[in-house]
Every structure is written in structure tokens, then in C-alpha cells.
């Protein structure tokens, strides 16, 4: 009793921060923007696969059609700070309750207001163009800010703007009108206005500066195995006190790590040498998903207590999926001092593992987006064909060796709990 | 009939929590509506009788309930790991008539 009380208050203390921290507006609003841009990821992805099996094939290659389909990557991760802009604008709209369309449009004005462009002449025509460098994943830190900043600027003016009397015979809809385009107006000036400034600076715009003071440095982190590690730790320790840790965590490792991601997506697509080891693709499929289904298996097929093996039963479907929920919640590994251990360092040692097989160039880089859900071998192969598959291997026979002894301790601790009741059971029969 | 939510972090785990909910409602004779989003969806359905959260999302709980009008619940741990449909609908029809 006296532990359920001591575990209550840790638990509340840390739901204090998690709650903060998860719950905060502006972390959750870019957590969820980030998530909108899967399908538009995934179409990359897909252009990528075509690619790949191309390299061997050279059907489209020689029938020239490799060009058309490179479109298909070229339109997605090559101006993806676009749509990161339009889905960053509509998640920010609907936190805090505004227009979603106004917000988007807004945002986007405001985006193109900040990029600059370039003019040059083609047989005596002057053309004048936005190089795609901004608008792809070098342009995403200056995208997510500028649909936050905009439309927080945009429901300020809407909310507290100038308005502007008219006379009671004016329709309602009018005033309302020029309000908006009031507050329209108002947001793409101060835009810019701060595109003259950094338009004056030696950084030649506020991309050139956001790039090379903010997201270059970040880049310089994100490259350290450490970093990953962390999050990948503070990812499983969430998962501990019950919350979902790469849902609370995904904010820090889409800002960090997507941009790195669709730089690779983008290399692999045209099959030029892939610019990163470590990204957010790396993460997902390299902390092995398949720990889930080896897990259940362990329930299943190495436990002798009833309630495991149920468990495992239920959680085996699943478990080959990626998906944990039964055996988080029905073991339960949530607050299960135990399976602490082997839960936060499995992952980790799975990242360690791909990244120095990658490192000494045995693995592939990871420049495909594979979500958690495709299953063992296939998401190995997938992501660096029998290099990762070996990798893979390897990597599950060591997640079996650090589960195995945590496993069976837990597994002793619940027989002797069944073997109890099931003795106190025959004893008040015996009464 | 009753139209239930649930909601969890992409709504993978509470569509194998759904379809349990389904085929419990359907043994017992309940006409119900239930749907399994993913947390950035669920002002889609915010028309629902209830919305259900998966115990991973459950720290969102009082962050949700002030952005929603219907009653906003957690998914009792044991019946999420058991996978035990019945009880979760059961739960979620009994505070349904309760409110109402």
C-alpha cells in the first residue's frame, strides 16, 4: 500500500512536468503540424522506391521517364517548407481558434515575403524565380516559425486591431471585412519590414540567417549519436510513467531530425550520396520496432504464469505491428521497476548498433520514410537491403539477450503470486 | 444510438480497442457508432456521445475536455492491456446515460 502511495506522488510529480511540457500549445501545435506532412513524406518515399528498383531495372531510365517520376520528389520533399507552412498555419489556427484558410493564406504570403528570389535572363527574356533551395528542407525552421508568428500576429490584429466605426446602416459583414483585410495587411507589413532588415545584413535574407545562426548549428548537434540517445531515453521514460513517449517527444525530434531526413529522401531520390547518418527516418526504424513483437514472443513462449502468457497471446498480432499498448498496460510495464531497465536501454542499444554499422559503411543511410508498422524482415530490408537485414538480426538476438533474465525474473515473481492465490483459493474452499 | 470516440496518438492502438468494442456491442445487442482517430483528428468528431482516450494520451485529458464539449475519458489501464472490450464500452454507455 505504502508503494502505491510512494509511486502516486512520483508519478504525479513527473506528470506535472510531462503535462507541461506535452501539453504546452506551441509544442503540441508543432508536433502536430509535423504529423500532417507524412503523406506528403511518403509520396517521396515512394518516388525514391521506384528509383531503387529503377538502378537495377533501367526500364524508365532508358525509356526517359525517370525524369517525369522524379517529379513525384522533386514537387513534395524539394518545397516542403510550403506545405510544412500551410500545415504548421492550420494547426496553430485551430489551437487557437481562428480561421484555419485566413491562417494558411496569411502564413503563406508572409513565407514567400521572407524567401528570396533570383531573376536572370533566358534568350532575351528576363525570368524571375524562387530557387527551390528555401523552400525544401533548408527553409523548414523559417517556415514553422513564420506560420506560427503570423497567424498569432493575424488573431492579434483580428482580436485587438483598429476597428473602425461605421455607421449603424453599414452591414455587419463590411466592417467585418475590412477588419480582416486590415489584419491581413498589417501581418504581411511587418513581414516586410523584417525581410528589409535581414535583406540588409550580410546574410542577404532571413533564410540566409535563420540558416546559418540557428538550423546549421542544430544540424551540428543532431549529427552527434548522443542526441539521439537522449531522446530516445527520455522517450522510453515516458513510456514508464504511462505516456505515449514518441507522441510527447516528437516536437523536439521532427525539428531536430525531418530536415535531415528529406535532405537524404531528396539525395536518394536523384542517387546522389546521401548528406546524413543520423535523422528521424534513422530513429524510427533503427531503434528496432520489432523489440515489441520479441517481447510478446518472450510471454508468450518463455513464461510459465498463466497471466503472461495471456498477455502474450493478446500482444502478439500487434507486437508484430510495432504496437506495445497491451503489454505497456497489461503487464503492466508502465510504473514496472523490472522492465525499466530493458525497456530504455533496448532502443538505445539498437541505435548504437545501426549507427556504428553505418558509420564503418557496412548500412546503407536511411533516406526512406518506413513508419514503425511494417514488420520484421521487412523494414530491415527496406531500409538497407541484406546489410539490414543482417544488422537487424543482430540487433534482435541482443534485445533477446537483454529481455531474456529481466523476463524471467518478472515471470518468477508472477508465479509465485498465482501460486499464493491459487493456495489461498483451496484454503478458504478447504473452510 | 450511441456514437463513441476513441482517440490515441496515430489511432492504432485504439482501432484494436474499436473493433473489440464492436463485436461487444454487437453481442449484446447495442446500435453504436465507434471510431478510432488519431489525437490531431479528433475535432472531426466532436459531434461524439463521448470521447475515449487511450491511456497513453491520458495526460491530454484536461487539455481536451476544455477544447471539447462531450465528456472526455481515459481508458481504464487494465481493460487497455486486456484488451477488454466490453468493459470499456460498458463503461463509456454507463457515463453516457449518466450525463444525460
Known amino acids: 500500500m505504502d508503494q502505491t502511495i510512494e509511486k502516486k506522488t512520483l508519478k504525479d510529480k513527473f506528470f506535472v512536468w510531462a503535462t507541461k511540457f506535452a501539453n504546452n500549445r506551441t509544442i503540441h501545435i508543432i508536433a502536430n503540424g509535423f504529423s500532417r506532412l507524412l503523406p506528403i513524406t511518403m509520396i517521396g518515399t515512394l518516388v525514391s522506391l521506384i528509383t531503387i528498383v529503377d538502378n537495377y531495372t533501367n526500364l524508365l531510365k532508358n525509356a526517359n521517364l525517370l525524369q517525369y517520376v522524379t517529379l513525384g520528389d522533386t514537387m513534395t520533399n524539394g518545397i516542403i517548407s510550403i506545405f510544412l507552412v500551410a500545415a504548421m498555419a492550420y494547426e496553430m489556427a485551430k489551437g487557437i481558434k481562428k480561421s484555419p484558410i485566413a491562417a494558411i493564406l496569411i502564413s503563406l504570403v508572409c513565407f514567400f515575403i521572407l524567401t528570396p528570389m533570383t531573376s536572370f535572363t533566358v534568350k532575351d527574356s528576363t525570368v524571375s524565380a524562387f530557387t527551390t533551395t528555401y523552400l525544401g528542407s533548408k527553409g523548414m525552421f523559417v517556415g514553422m516559425v513564420t506560420a506560427l508568428l503570423a497567424t498569432k500576429l493575424f488573431a492579434v490584429f483580428m482580436d485587438k486591431g483598429i476597428k473602425i466605426k461605421m455607421p449603424a446602416e453599414v452591414p455587419s459583414a463590411i466592417s467585418e471585412s475590412i477588419a480582416s483585410v486590415f489584419a491581413f495587411a498589417s501581418v504581411a507589413f511587418i513581414f516586410i519590414i523584417i525581410n528589409g532588415i535581414f535583406a540588409s545584413t550580410s546574410f542577404g535574407s532571413a533564410h540566409g540567417f535563420v540558416y546559418a545562426i540557428l538550423q546549421k548549428p542544430l544540424e551540428g548537434a543532431s549529427d552527434s549519436i548522443w542526441t539521439m540517445l537522449i531522446i530516445a531515453c527520455l522517450g522510453e521514460l515516458l513510456w514508464f510513467f504511462g505516456i505515449h513517449g514518441s507522441n510527447a517527444t516528437s516536437a523536439i525530434t521532427n525539428t531536430l531530425y525531418l530536415p535531415l531526413s528529406i535532405a537524404n529522401a531528396q539525395a536518394l531520390a536523384v542517387g546522389t550520396s546521401l548528406p546524413y547518418i543520423l535523422n528521424s527516418y534513422f530513429l524510427v526504424i533503427w531503434k528496432c520496432p520489432t523489440r515489441h513483437f520479441i517481447m510478446a514472443a518472450l510471454l508468450l513462449w518463455a513464461c510459465k504464469s498463466k497471466q503472461l502468457k495471456a498477455i502474450g497471446k493478446v500482444a502478439i498480432v500487434p507486437g508484430f505491428f510495432g504496437i506495445s499498448e497491451p503489454m505497456k498496460y497489461g503487464i503492466p510495464m508502465v510504473f514496472n521497476p523490472i522492465l525499466l531497465i530493458p525497456m530504455v536501454i533496448t532502443p538505445m542499444i539498437s541505435l548504437v548498433i545501426a549507427y556504428v554499422a553505418t558509420v564503418i559503411g557496412f548500412l546503407p543511410r536511411v533516406g526512406l520514410n518506413l513508419p514503425w508498422y511494417i514488420p520484421f524482415p521487412i523494414n530491415g530490408i527496406m531500409a538497407g537491403g541484406w546489410a539490414g537485414l543482417v544488422v537487424e538480426i543482430i540487433q534482435c538476438a541482443v534485445v533477446v539477450a537483454i529481455y531474456f533474465p529481466f523476463v524471467k525474473l518478472l515471470d518468477k515473481q508472477k508465479c509465485a503470486e498465482e501460486a499464493e492465490k491459487e493456495k489461498q483459493a483451496a484454503e478458504s474452499l478447504d473452510k | ?100
Open chain 2, 1 to 100: 444510438m450511441y456514437k463513441i470516440t476513441l482517440a490515441c496518438a496515430g489511432g492504432f492502438s485504439t482501432s484494436m480497442m474499436a473493433s473489440r468494442m464492436k463485436e461487444a456491442a454487437k453481442a449484446q445487442g447495442i446500435d453504436v457508432d465507434i471510431n478510432a482517430v488519431a489525437e490531431e483528428d479528433i475535432e472531426l468528431y466532436s459531434d461524439s456521445d463521448i470521447l475515449l482516450l487511450g491511456p497513453q494520451l491520458g495526460y491530454r485529458q484536461q487539455e481536451l475536455q476544455k477544447d471539447f464539449s462531450m465528456p472526455v475519458l481515459v481508458i481504464n489501464f487494465q481493460d487497455y492491456g486486456s484488451m477488454n472490450g466490453k468493459n470499456v464500452l460498458n463503461d463509456a454507455i454507463s457515463k453516457i446515460k449518466g450525463d444525460k
